[in-house]
């Protein structure tokens, strides 16, 4: 702080400033999938050395990835949203009635995206302008969709309309990526469509966070909202938005989640809310908000898939083996989490 | 009159506003549909007792679980300002825990059961330990921390039983689940009497409310007041393990087999609910039990009431969602403001009056 | 009035709840003068701010800029209408990077480019001499710094109006100057600036008028030239300052008391604090000081063990005794008013009464509950004594003024019938009445036998009230002041050190 010579100090300070909370989190995540799935390469080969493996997890996964994203937003701005496995379920079931019922694809989206879009608006009006508990809100939301969903139908549903089966059955297949199977036949890696939907989800959440204002107004209102309303930021509107979009993504993830399944149930979705919020969590983002990144939430859902391709591979058929080790995993990264920002906070009090 | 609400907004009944308006509200409604709804009659059950019976006593019945439950869910949040997401699936390890003593081989005497429930209380507070450390010790979120039991719970839940789904037949758990012979009302009614007996007594005996809330308020002050906040933290978690070990023996009782999925299944959102409609800030700080009890039984009154009107129980949630919410806009904040404005306009002889009431509130 | 209007509110009344906040009151800001606006806490400074950078709606009045008359809606409206606020708490967000601090919430349209504004802010910080840098993250940053971009963004908003609320408080001497030189420098460009302070020489050093508001009413305008400091502390509390001059007699025979030592600490040290030796007597008032930062009150909060204690010995009566956390503190007699009332004392949504039987129940234990009964009378009681204003003793404490809120906080101690009191900083923020009548319970306090460690930032309450002053400088004791060499300058010497400066 001394006045004089002050240009040296800036220029002296040029070499690199320290990591964020968020990229120290993010990174954390990436280095453990990465090792993780290197050694799960060395130790059971199998699976695990076919390019198809990952693109198994992104198939079945495509949808989690999607509400993961939005999940991220609302967590961003120090907010949850446990409606979005409800909402997706919501929207499978209504787009295949739907379609079973004669109906046009194109008009399945914007199905798809409506009733998205009006929980999201719904649950954001409320949380924002009544100012109503966000978990109260959301939990509401997550009874009404679960609710309306046997409403629809107690039955699962199956899709027969032809145009759309022909989606459904649709893979790009990457000959490249693919293996040689011991008859000699060469068998391609396959992906499904909603995991292009989902990169792109990814994407565009990523450049809307990091490079539009609204994406950093999220960070603002996570990371002190009274400091966020006197900066001039409109706080209501931003955490409005916040829910909007996490709803939208709900209807995006529906829909994806049709065109892997193929099918309306009632638990279709179960838990994924949960799902979501793990993997944002593993990613890096905090539900204390400010803090997170998409990048980090979508490498949070590999992980935590890849943790149970592993129990799988392990040989621990039981079914409880799973859900112990991903809650294992997920206390894992807890404890890192919170141990690696303690330290941080304290050599900085030191500073 | 006008007194009158100015306390229905004020500091101190203020708060159970809600519940009771919600409860006088779904009386009125089952009052005009249909008034046998509040009939009430004694019959004859299958074991031969004559037990009360009727809608209102399956009200209160079926809230027993939920309303132990928000006794101890009111003390985390107030105490760590967040919820406790894994109650049901604690209750399931309780539960699990609870069938694995009795059957342990022998035959399933007073003296055993006493000590399957103590084992289970043991269990459950193990784990709601493992819960308190790391929301007091680590400082995380509470919700975050107990999202590790959700994920797992009913796993090893699942696992300790082996992987089965084991019955356990005994007069002794159907009088603690239905009727003890000669008694007419329902015993799970009279454990949560016992609980809130229990819960009196020692906020009575012990300075408890005050601590948990200096610590859910202001934690810095607190302990520079000398409070152990880590302390009262893992205690009021280990509290909730005992209400999660009763509520998980109890529904065990009930049904008389321990299933690992459907056991008290996603009772931790309403239990949630529950101090949320008492009134309760979900943020922590300043509480009222007898609010989330009554939430408790405003939740089942909901559901019952959807039954008798034949709603299918799968779809009675999306009812359940429209009411919560005109419960929750009702109690806002924004609303309330609006509310009071327009009443103190109404009456505008003395404003300043009706200022203060807002104030308070 | 030959200089040009910047600014004119008239008329401003603002109503709360049941009380008159502020009643008809007139401001005037000219064009490049740095206005002081002064008032004891609850005197209405706070709700003029507030109403001015569209946090809180007027009443009644009206407000002008250049002439023309204007309606403020919220912070942003205010900001886009050239009025910028820098707040005594930092209003930024830590998580955010310092350039995104500064542009964040005033940018158009739908893209942020990072690289420009970071570049962009290293200009501005450079050219205000600030050591940061815009891709730095803000909370990374020490809280001097902070403040210093708050200002910078403010700076660059090519604001008219400046409005600096209490800014020079977490600042050390050398920033304070730094600050006033930017403040000069803004004056210079014709920037209108508000400056709000508790601290008279500040005022003196840069204002150039003076406002002064008391209970929500404007008592008037003055040039701080024409206005000495006296009769500015008169103004501003409506009465004479005689009770002043008393106190100072009250404390000569509270000078020579008990020779028995009461505490003793040899090389005690925290986390916080270096290793330092310290003794205090039965009824001895004594106290710590030295600038912000000096660690005065890093060393008295290892007394209490409110830090993680490191080592040290320390005797209570002659009695080896371990004290590592403030329970065992308490247990010993000794109790703790903290810095940092908002944080560290008041439980904002208790009652009054709660708040003060916090201490005494946490010393009596969790299974020995005070009864609703005992806690009354003890709360009227203490109501009673240090004359707390409050509408009843269920009232939460948060909706106190500062004042009325310090007093529930030693009420709490003063409950627990402590035998040595460490009160750090008990007087800042709160109005002078209020200051005069905690000086003089100090005294009596020590006349009772009690011993008190003092620390106040304002050097001559400490020498009114203390027999001997410790002064620290860098972390370590610099010297020991009693007798005679108990006086202004050479306190200020002690603390200066032979640094020619």
């Not at chain 2, 059961?113 to 680590?138: E, M, R």
């Not at chain 3, 009332?341 to 208790?350: P, T, W």
Request: aromatic share 8%; charged share 20%; hydrophobic share 45%.
């Amino acid at each position: 702080m001394k006045k004089n010579g002050n240009d040296k100090v800036i220029k002296a300070k040029v070499k690199r400033e320290p990591l964020t909370e968020t990229q120290l989190l993010m990174t954390i995540t990436i280095c453990i999938f990465v090792v993780m799935y290197v050694l799960a390469m060395i130790v059971f080969e199998g699976g695990f050395l076919h390019a198809q493996q990952i693109f198994d997890m992104l198939n079945d996964n495509a949808s989690l990835i999607i509400v993961s994203c939005g999940l991220t937003i609302v967590m961003i701005g120090g907010g949850i949203d446990i409606s979005v496995g409800a909402v997706t379920s919501l929207v499978v079931m209504s787009c295949v009635l739907y379609l079973n019922n004669g109906g046009n694809i194109f008009v399945a989206v914007l199905l798809a995206l409506g009733i998205g879009l009006a929980f999201g608006l719904i649950q954001g009006a409320l949380i924002s302008y009544l100012e109503i508990q966000p978990f109260i809100v959301t939990l509401a939301g997550l009874f009404f969709a679960r609710g309306f969903t046997t409403i629809l139908s107690i039955n699962p549903q199956k899709v027969a309309q032809p145009a759309f089966v022909k989606l459904l059955d649709f893979r790009f297949e990457i000959g490249w990526l693919g293996y040689t199977a011991k008859n000699g036949t060469k068998i391609p890696a396959t992906m499904e469509i909603g995991v292009i939907v989902a990169f792109v989800c990814v994407a565009a959440i990523f450049v809307l966070l990091q490079f539009t204002r609204l994406g950093r107004n999220f960070y603002a209102i996570g990371g002190n909202q009274t400091s966020a309303l006197m900066l001039g930021i409109n706080v209501k509107m931003t955490r409005f938005l916040s829910y909007v979009i996490s709803g939208l993504l709900s209807g995006i993830s529906g829909f994806v989640l049709m065109l892997h399944t193929g099918a309306g149930n009632a638990t279709n979705a179960a838990g994924m809310e949960m799902n979501a919020i793990a993997s944002s969590i593993i990613g890096g983002t905090l539900l204390t908000g400010g803090v997170g990144n998409v990048i980090g939430t979508f490498f949070g859902g590999m992980t935590l898939n890849t943790i149970k391709k592993i129990v799988v591979a392990s040989g621990l058929n039981d079914p409880w083996w799973q859900s112990i080790t991903t809650g294992g995993m997920l206390c894992f990264f807890i404890l890192l989490q919170s141990i690696v920002l303690g330290r941080r906070a304290r050599k900085k009090q030191k500073n | 009159m006008k007194k009158k609400e100015r306390k229905l907004f004020g500091n101190g009944l203020g708060q159970l506003a809600i519940p009771i308006i919600a409860i006088c509200v779904l009386v009125i409604f089952n009052l005009i549909r249909d008034p046998s709804f509040f009939s009430i009659e004694l019959l004859q059950n299958s074991d031969g007792n004559i037990v009360l019976s009727g809608n209102l006593i399956s009200v209160i019945n079926g809230a027993s679980e939920l309303a132990i439950l928000a006794i101890g869910m009111t003390l985390v949040t107030a105490a760590c300002g967040g919820q406790d997401i894994s109650v049901g699936a604690a209750a399931a390890i309780a539960g699990s825990t609870f069938v694995k003593v009795l059957k342990s081989g022998g035959q399933i005497t007073g003296f055993k059961v006493l000590l399957a429930f103590l084992l289970a209380c043991l269990v459950a507070v193990i784990f709601a330990s493992f819960n308190g450390t790391l929301v007091a010790v680590f400082k995380i979120q509470p919700m975050i921390a107990t999202l590790i039991l959700y994920t797992c719970g009913r796993s090893i839940a699942y696992w300790i039983n082996g992987g089965a789904t084991p019955t356990v037949e005994s007069p002794i758990l159907t009088a603690i689940g239905g009727f003890i012979p000669w008694i007419p009302v329902p015993t799970p009614i009279l454990i949560v009497l016992v609980m809130a007996v229990i819960i009196k007594v020692f906020f009575r005996f012990t300075s408890i409310e005050l601590f948990t809330q200096s610590v859910g308020i202001n934690g810095s002050a607190a302990r520079l007041n000398g409070l152990n906040s880590t302390f009262i933290k893992i205690l009021s978690f280990m509290i909730l393990g005992v209400c999660v070990a009763v509520s998980g023996c109890i529904g065990v009782s009930r049904l008389g087999l321990i299933n690992h999925e459907t056991l008290l299944l996603d009772i931790e959102m309403d239990a949630i609910l529950a101090v949320a409609i008492g009134g309760n800030s979900l943020g922590g700080g300043r509480f009222k039990i007898s609010g989330s009890i009554m939430g408790a039984y405003v939740i089942q009154m909901l559901t019952i009431t959807l039954w008798a009107m034949k709603v299918p129980s799968t779809n009675v949630k999306a009812y359940k969602a429209i009411v919560i919410v005109l419960l929750v806009v009702a109690g806002s904040p924004v609303v309330k403001k609006w509310f009071e404005k327009t009443v103190s306009r109404f009456k505008n002889r003395k404003p300043e009056v009706a200022a203060k009431g807002a104030g308070e509130s | 009035m030959q200089d040009e209007c910047l600014l004119q509110m008239r008329n401003i009344e603002k109503r709360f709840p049941g009380v008159l906040a502020l009643n008809g009151v007139d401001f005037t800001l000219r064009k490049g003068e740095i206005h002081a606006l002064m008032g004891e806490n609850g005197a209405g400074k706070s709700t003029l701010i507030k109403i001015l950078t569209g946090v809180y709606r007027m009443d009644g009045g009206s407000i002008s800029i250049e002439g023309s008359p204007i309606n403020i809606h919220s912070p942003q409206d205010a900001q886009n209408k050239g009025i910028s606020t820098v707040y005594q708490e930092i209003t930024l967000c830590p998580n955010l990077s310092v350039a995104e601090n500064m542009f964040i919430g005033r940018e158009k349209g739908v893209w942020v480019d990072q690289k420009t504004n970071e570049k962009r802010a290293d200009e501005i910080l450079e050219r205000l001499g600030i050591p940061a840098r815009g891709a730095k993250q803000l909370g990374n940053c020490s809280l001097a710094v902070q403040q210093m971009v708050a200002i910078a963004r403010a700076v660059d908003m090519k604001c008219k109006v400046l409005i600096l609320d209490e800014p020079t408080s977490s600042l050390d001497d050398k920033e304070v100057k730094m600050l006033f030189d930017l403040m000069r420098d803004l004056k210079a460009k014709g920037v209108g600036i508000i400056f709000v302070t508790h601290f008279l020489e500040q005022v003196y050093e840069v204002s150039d008028r003076i406002t002064v508001l008391r209970n929500g009413e404007l008592v008037g305008e003055y040039l701080t030239e024409e206005l000495p400091q006296v009769q500015l502390v008169a103004k501003m509390i409506g009465k004479d300052l005689d009770e002043l001059n008393t106190l100072g007699e009250a404390g000569e025979d509270g000078k020579t008391r008990s020779e028995e030592v009461y505490y003793e600490a040899k090389g005690l040290s925290s986390s916080e604090a270096l290793p330092f030796d310290f003794s205090i007597r039965k009824g001895e008032v004594n106290g710590f000081t030295g600038l912000l930062g000096s660690g005065r009150s890093e060393s008295v909060r290892a007394i209490f063990g409110a830090d993680k204690v490191n080592g040290g010995k320390v005797k209570i009566k002659g009695e080896p005794v371990k004290i590592t956390r403030p329970i065992e503190a308490m247990k010993h007699g000794i109790g703790y008013l903290a810095e940092d009332r908002k944080r560290d004392g008041i439980i904002a949504e208790l009652s009054v009464r709660e708040n003060i039987i916090l201490a005494l129940q946490v010393m009596n234990g969790f299974f020995k509950p005070i009864s609703r009964r005992e806690s009354e009378a003890f709360a009227d009681e203490y109501i009673k004594v240090l004359n707390i204003k409050t509408a009843s003793r269920e009232t939460p404490v948060g909706s106190l003024s500062g004042g009325n809120q310090q007093k529930v906080i030693l009420a709490r101690w003063l409950l627990t019938h402590p035998d040595y009191l460490i009160l750090d900083e008990p007087t800042r923020g709160i109005d002078i009445g209020t200051k005069l009548e905690i000086q003089k319970l100090v005294l009596k306090l020590a006349e009772d036998g009690v011993s008190v460690t003092f620390i106040s930032s304002e050097i001559e309450e400490m020498l009114r009230t203390c027999s001997r002053l410790i002064v620290m400088r860098d972390r370590h004791i610099v010297g020991e002041l009693t007798g005679k060499d108990l006086n202004q300058s050479q306190v200020m010497k002690t603390i200066a050190g032979g640094e020619a400066s």
